[in-house]
């Protein structure tokens, strides 16, 4: 069912109420989470992430089970190992995935999720990768904002080639994007692909992104503090209500039923 979201003026005035200047991607996850924002659309330009929230008059969110297993596979953690530490099937960590994704974002594959919300995710566990700048408002009533796309520290240890196709996967590219935006074979991105895991000891693509933005994140504790940009974005978060997704920490035993559904 279709939700009802809050005009342009509505919704400004929300934010201007709620957030103030503290850009922080921790926040920003909490509060897709708590169901208050959904991001409707994304795209990568020029070195950042955009994202075009939508601000949610009903809150509307996934359940702490999916929600928690989604951070854990965000956080680079293989979906064998989430699903042998909570003893339930791959298939239900895929599902529980894919279930609190749906309810934070309309992109349908966690492997090609929003790389800003895969930062948002590792900034609530500690790994804050950068402020999330304020973009201001679209015609349409939704909130655009943006974040610097992570990988930068892979560069000295990449080819050229292979630096780009890392930095096409980082924004959400599968191998049919990657080997269009380059002009080359699929095959070819999966071994360009291939190599640049080995060097930098990932796994896969969801370890890949992680490790991008945790060497984000550190590269950007060497830097000399600016000065803040006047921007309205988030401020700190308030204590979660009773009941919150991050109070809920089991998951349900392996031999009950599970749905799936956000």
Request: hydrophobic share 45%.
């Amino acid at each position: 069912m279709a939700q009802r979201l809050l005009n342009g003026p509505a919704m400004q005035h929300l934010l201007d109420e709620r957030f103030a200047p503290a850009e922080s991607l921790a926040v920003l996850w909490h509060r897709l989470c708590e169901g208050q924002l959904f991001i409707r659309d994304t795209y990568c330009s020029n070195g950042r992430c955009y994202a075009a929230m939508e601000f949610r008059a009903l809150p509307v969110r996934a359940s702490a089970v999916k929600l928690r297993v989604l951070e854990r596979i965000f956080s680079g953690e293989g979906q064998k190992a989430v699903a042998a530490d909570l003893r339930i099937s791959v298939a239900s960590v895929a599902g529980y995935s894919l279930g609190a994704l749906t309810a934070l974002t309309c992109r349908q594959r966690v492997s090609r999720a929003p790389i800003l919300l895969v930062m948002a995710a590792l900034a609530a566990r500690g790994s804050d990768a950068g402020p999330v700048r304020d973009e201001g408002l679209l015609e349409d009533g939704t909130w655009l904002v943006s974040v610097e796309i992570p990988g930068r520290t892979f560069r000295d240890r990449l080819s050229a080639s292979e630096a780009e196709v890392v930095r096409l996967s980082i924004e959400g590219e599968g191998h049919e994007g990657v080997a269009a935006a380059r002009g080359t074979s699929i095959r070819t991105v999966a071994n360009q692909l291939a190599s640049a895991f080995g060097k930098l000891k990932v796994s896969g693509r969801s370890s890949l992104r992680a490790l991008a933005v945790r060497e984000h994140a550190a590269w950007l504790r060497t830097r000399v503090p600016a000065a803040t940009p006047a921007v309205a974005s988030l401020r700190a978060v308030p204590a979660l209500p009773a009941g919150s997704w991050r109070d809920v920490c089991s998951v349900p035993p392996a031999h009950e039923a599970s749905p799936i559904s956000a």
